[in-house]
């Protein structure tokens, strides 16, 4: 058994899932890096292995729940503990419920919240052996701002909040943290690929619209977003569990467009 923690993070091959593991590999943990795509996952466990840290990869789908739950029993295998567990991993496809179809619901579903569940569970196995560990949901402001356009997104995300509510008051009298982090906008894959019928890349307008939306005028970067996980996985978030943290540059609690606002108050607020 290693003696670092060990973080086993799903989505690791790209994006924010990327970022945060190196993020927890420069905080002195060993990570555990699951997803599809294995020559992805294989570049960022160099990376680390390059800074210094210690990775493992496993290639699979999230959707197949028997890959999944050999992925936490490989973890242990290989580092012989598992302290957090960050369920980053997401699939969506855009569209109205209008257009939905009952293959792509299920699939969403599968991958964004029912694999997290039994990730927990299996993990939470081994944490609760170990009387502690930290559960970490990403989840999203779409949660709580529904645009119309993903509907199973937004009912698998509202439905990780509410599993992260659950789990915490399972786990909570082992020691166990759970919380749920309801992100922005950031800029990765997923935030460019909005196209209209007529094939248009509507990516940028919509980037636009919420820059005028968030208060700090801009998208998240994957690394900060990444900084906020690794923080409230360490010991000096010891007494939070069982709630959602909105990380989002304030946009879900902002109602004025700022462009709007210019043209209300010129003098107080910039275009």
């Known amino acids: 058994m290693t003696n670092r923690p060990v973080v086993l993070i799903t989505g690791a091959s790209q994006g924010l899932g990327a970022a945060t593991a190196l993020e927890f590999s420069r905080s002195g943990y060993d990570c555990f890096l699951v997803a599809r795509n294995r020559p992805n996952l294989e570049a960022v466990a160099s990376l680390i292995t390059t800074d210094g840290g210690n990775a493992a990869v496993c290639a699979g789908d999230l959707g197949d729940l028997s890959f999944a739950q050999a992925s936490v029993q490989q973890c242990l295998y290989k580092f012989g503990r598992i302290d957090v567990l960050v369920n980053n991993a997401a699939w969506r496809r855009i569209g109205t419920m209008r257009q939905m179809e009952l293959d792509e619901w299920e699939t969403t579903l599968r991958i964004c919240l029912t694999a997290p569940a039994f990730l927990a569970k299996w993990c939470g196995e081994a944490m609760q052996a170990a009387q502690s560990g930290v559960i970490l949901n990403v989840s999203s402001i779409q949660a709580n701002l529904a645009p119309g356009i993903c509907p199973a997104y937004v009912a698998a995300k509202g439905g990780l909040d509410a599993l992260t509510y659950e789990l915490a008051a ?79 540059g304030g946009w879900s609690h902002q109602a004025t467009p700022y462009s709007l606002k210019h043209r209300q108050f010129p003098q107080e607020f910039s275009k």
């Open 170 to 248: 399972l786990y909570g009298p082992y020691g166990i943290r759970v919380l749920g982090l309801n992100l922005g906008a950031i800029d990765t894959e997923m935030s460019a690929d909005y196209v209209a019928e007529n094939g248009d890349n509507l990516s940028q307008d919509l980037r636009r619209f919420a820059e005028d939306m968030i208060p700090l005028r801009r998208f998240a970067e994957p690394q900060e977003m990444a900084r906020s996980i690794v923080m409230l996985a360490d010991n000096r978030a010891s007494y939070m569990t069982g709630t959602c943290l909105e990380i989002d």
